[in-house]
């Protein structure tokens, strides 16, 4: 891809930026570092699609790329789509993110950032490692997912095979900056801002679109999805919990319990959007279930039981099985109050017998 002359200032920008950091971090980064296996896919929210011109995880020595093009990403926040093959060799962590980014729902709107990533973090992480389930070995490898939302949000994780860890959350700086023929140097002669209407108007629901015409995207949203309450849960009546993870608003997971691991110890945790859940019931058969919450309900309730940020609470779920149908309902509870949360719907499968 050949760069027009505003883009290269951009970079030349980014580039001189990154040559401030202070002297401690530039002797770490000039330390022999350790390499592991990574790599990175990049996303945007469902209904609010984002264009990846440019996306860098640099590192000592390289950098790893977000594939970019003028597709662009709605897949969800926090959640993988297309990723290059850039190698399975070993690199170090990166300590630096560099992009240029659009917001198909601000009509076109670009954003820029260089931002430093919290490499303490990260190597923790890394180091640590997920427990297989299979054989309770340490796996290392993670994958960086790198999302963009309407308000120049910038946020990035780090995905492993039982958990998925915000490590940075940021904001960009708007550029005008950004043609259409930046993205598409050999496509019809068009604004940006009319090829990120015909997006919306081909990849994003009705509803959604009167929205966006009406009041544009929500710009805050994703902040609110980062607010983190202290909470478990409970234990199922008559019937063995024997395997539970969560995916959240903020785009985290957790693995929380299989087989003789439990790591669901009260902590903070941001509001679920999904859970799963694995028991078995006295008569020794096991059932799956996964279950999509209603986001106002939880979100209301949430707000409704905590009264003081100290507060602590427990999910509990009841499971009723009568005639090969299965009906869960969920509840946030602590001391004083109980309430309801709404399911969107629930999937609910039996496995094998033994």
């Not at 946020?155 to 930046?182: C, H, N, P, S």
């Not at 799963?276 to 949430?302: A, H, L, M, Q, R």
């Amino acid at each position: 891809m050949a760069y027009p002359n505003t883009i290269i200032k951009i970079f030349v920008f980014i580039i001189l930026c990154t040559a401030c950091t202070d002297k401690k971090k530039k002797m770490a980064i000039h330390q022999e570092p350790k390499a592991y296996k990574w790599d990175v896919e990049g996303g945007a929210p469902k209904n609010y699609p984002g264009i990846f011109y440019y996306a860098n995880l640099v590192y000592k020595g390289g950098s790893k790329y977000v594939p970019a093009g003028a597709a662009g990403y709605q897949n969800g926040w926090g959640r993988g789509g297309r990723s290059h093959s850039q190698g399975s060799k070993p690199a170090p962590l990166p300590y630096r993110l560099q992009a240029v980014w659009i917001s198909v729902a601000e009509e076109g709107q670009a954003y820029t950032g260089d931002f430093e990533l919290d490499t303490q973090k990260i190597e923790e992480i890394f180091e640590k490692g997920n427990v297989r389930m299979r054989n309770g070995s340490i796996s290392h490898n993670f994958s960086f997912k790198i999302s963009i939302a309407p308000g120049g949000v910038l946020a990035v994780w780090l995905e492993g095979l039982r958990e998925q860890v915000e490590i940075g959350y940021y904001k960009g700086q708007k550029t005008d900056e950004i043609t259409w023929k930046d993205l598409a140097p050999g496509g019809e002669d068009i604004t940006l801002e009319e090829y990120c209407k015909s997006i919306i108007e081909r990849r994003v629901p009705n509803h959604i679109q009167q929205q966006l015409a009406k009041t544009g995207p929500p710009i805050g949203l994703w902040d609110t999805y980062r607010k983190k309450y202290i909470w478990n849960t409970a234990p199922l009546e008559e019937k063995e919990l024997v395997s539970l993870d969560y995916s959240y608003f903020n785009g985290e997971k957790a693995f929380l319990k299989f087989k003789e691991f439990d790591f669901n110890i009260l902590q903070e945790y941001a509001v679920p959007n999904k859970g799963t859940i694995d028991w078995v019931t006295p008569e020794e058969k096991k059932y799956e279930g996964i279950i999509f919450f209603n986001e106002e309900s939880i979100f209301n309730v949430f707000e409704e039981v905590y009264q003081k940020k100290e507060d602590t609470a427990a999910i509990f779920y009841e499971i009723q099985t009568a005639n090969n149908s299965t009906k869960i309902k969920a509840f946030l509870q602590n001391e004083s109050v109980k309430k309801e949360i709404k399911i969107d719907s629930i999937e609910v499968s039996k496995y094998p017998d033994k």
